[in-house]
């Protein structure tokens, strides 16, 4: 996305200006890294303004920007631009501008205008560049790569901390900038916990052992889950997972351009209703992964978003039931022109994961 597609949609809708506030907006549009900082977009010329700490780095990845070195409040060196520009009617983004910034900006400037928006910029960031997919798969991969160099170090005795730490030490190994997320790993009935935090609890025989990680590769993200199991596991166990399985190929088949996200969802959830474990199944199917682990399009029962192509959002349908444990199976998904492909490729049926 670039620039003058915004500022094309300010001067068609006759405003004189767009103020981001969310860092991974800015991060979106400039490249900028800093915090603490703001982005006023006008129809003539675009303003960053940051403080002392990032002004060389703001030069050098803005040089068609007008950096701004704030040295009072930002909101002051704001409305200070929007004074000098007579801007009288402001675009801010409703769900990441504060009250306080908002109420100081309206006493400061007279017979301002401001109109608050939100996902002007996170509807252009649902669907990926061919830099961005780029990045997405190299974050895959080295997520997939460290994965399969842990497989072997967990063993009986070592405790879900063991293998999230160890897990963290392999991605950056592997060449990521850090996890996506805080490693959720869990062990036989902690896996009822969709977002379990690793303890100290040690692996035993018979357990079952769940694990969401991801790598960050400049910038961008990527978010899987699978399971290991360390014994024989039970029937019942065998035919959660097989469930789970079968939704997610489910799901996955009916993805493709022009389809309304809930429906893929519903085609998932149903099937797990089918069998009987409907009341386990309570979280979205899926959420968009880019700059933010978590994005949009969101992929759950009340999601009314048209999938179109070059989206990428995960597909883990999962069953959790208290006192014996979970399954969850995660997979990231392109929207193409036909359908979709799949970019995680880490081996998930019951023969590739049994012991």
Known sequence: MSLGEIKKKL?????????????????????????????????????????????????????????????????????????????????????????????????????????????????????KTKDELEKIQKAIGIAEKAYTNVQSKIKYGITEKDIADILEYELRKQGA??????????????????????????????????????????DYNSDLTRLKTMDRISPKFRRIYQIVLDAQYLAIGSIRPGVIAKKIDAVARGYIEKKGFGKYFGHGLGHG???????????????????????????????????????????LVLVTSTGCEVLSKLPKKLSDIDE
Not at 87 to 105: A, G, P, R, T
Request: aromatic share 8%; proline share 3%.
């Open 289 to 331: 992964v880019g700059l933010e682990v978590h994005e949009a399009p969101f992929i759950n029962r009340k999601s009314n978003e048209i999938l179109k192509e070059g989206m990428v959002f995960t597909v883990e349908p999962g069953i959790y039931i208290p006192q014996w444990g979970g399954v969850r199976i995660e997979d």
């Open 177 to 218: 900038e850090k996890s996506s997320f805080d490693i959720i790993c869990a062990v036989g009935k902690h896996a009822s916990k969709p977002h379990a935090r690793p303890s100290t609890t040690m692996i035993q025989r018979g357990d079952t052992v769940l694990i969401d990680w991801g790598a960050r590769f400049q």
């Open 11 to 127: 001067e068609e809708d006759g405003v004189d200006g767009f103020l981001v506030t969310n860092e991974i907006n800015i991060r979106y549009i400039t490249n900028f890294k800093g915090s603490d900082s703001a982005l006023l977009i006008t129809p003539g010329s675009d303003y960053l303004f940051t403080d002392s700490r990032y002004i060389e780095q703001a030069h050098q990845d803005n040089p068609e920007i007008k950096i701004v070195e704030r040295k009072i409040s930002l909101t002051n060196s704001i409305c200070g631009k929007i004074k000098q520009l007579k801007i009288k009617k402001l675009l801010v983004e409703s769900l990441y501008i504060s009250v306080d910034q908002f109420n100081e900006i309206k006493q400061r400037i007279n017979n301002i205008c401001m109109l608050t928006v939100k996902g002007i910029v996170e509807n252009y960031r649902k669907q």
